[in-house]
T-cell receptor
């Protein structure tokens, strides 16, 4: 089955620093990857849609200059949280699919804590 | 974002009982509906998906869809303590992205 690897699983960083999270599709090519954020006791909220070779599409209210998304290849998308603040502490999850209509596979998530 | 509403619970049922989870959605044009299970601190895992009106059964799970009422439900028969988790209803958008409800916390009491 399709496997999506997300790394790191946990990261603690100091306020003001940047953190990069990687999402890789291991056994399939993902033309589209999605990034979600989940605060405690809340649901997953779609942050952005990442298309290989083009700019990401951000959901309303998500700062594109703060959450940098790069999808340089068909198997790798990265999310960089720039100048992180404690309010950015959250569970970040990526998902990937082979193409339109195909089921998406979720990564294992990254727990970000900004201190 | 599309609105997907769920009762946050918590919902408690005794072991062996039927757990009923409900979800409504705002976009009448939505076509694909999903139920995910999420354990604390983990990523969601797919339980079932349904595209057509009516019932779809898979083992102990039955998904029900009523597009006219914009309503999706999940029934879990013979509930087990291992079913205790948060259940997320999701609607798929035209770009294959998912819009999730807030989730319903289910506890199955042994």
């Amino acid at each position: 089955g399709a496997v999506v690897s997300q790394h790191p699983s946990r990261v603690i960083c100091k306020s003001g620093t940047s953190v990069k999270i990687e999402c890789r599709s291991l056994d399939f090519q993902a033309t589209t990857m999605f990034w979600y954020r989940q605060f405690p006791k809340q649901s997953l909220m779609l942050m952005a849609t990442s298309n290989e070779g083009s700019k990401a599409t951000y959901e309303q209210g998500v700062e594109k200059d703060k959450f940098l998304i790069n999808h340089a290849s068909l198997t790798l998308s990265t999310l960089t949280v720039t100048s992180a603040h404690p309010e950015d502490s959250s569970f970040y999850i990526c998902s990937a699919s082979i193409g339109p209509g195909a089921l998406s596979t979720f990564g294992s998530g990254t727990r970000l804590t900004v201190v | 974002q599309k609105e997907v509403e769920q009762n946050s619970g918590p919902l408690s049922v005794p072991e062996g009982a039927i757990a009923s989870l409900n979800c409504t959605y705002s976009d009448r044009g939505s076509q694909s509906f999903f139920w995910y299970r999420q354990y604390s601190g983990k990523s969601p895992e797919l339980i079932m998906f349904i595209y057509s009106n009516g019932d779809k059964e898979d083992g102990r799970f039955t998904a029900q869809l009523n597009k006219a009422s914009q309503y999706v439900s999940l029934l879990i028969r013979d509930s087990q303590p291992s079913d205790s988790a948060t259940y997320l209803c999701a609607v798929r958008g035209t770009g294959n992205q998912f819009y999730f409800g807030t989730g319903t916390s289910l506890t199955v009491i042994p």
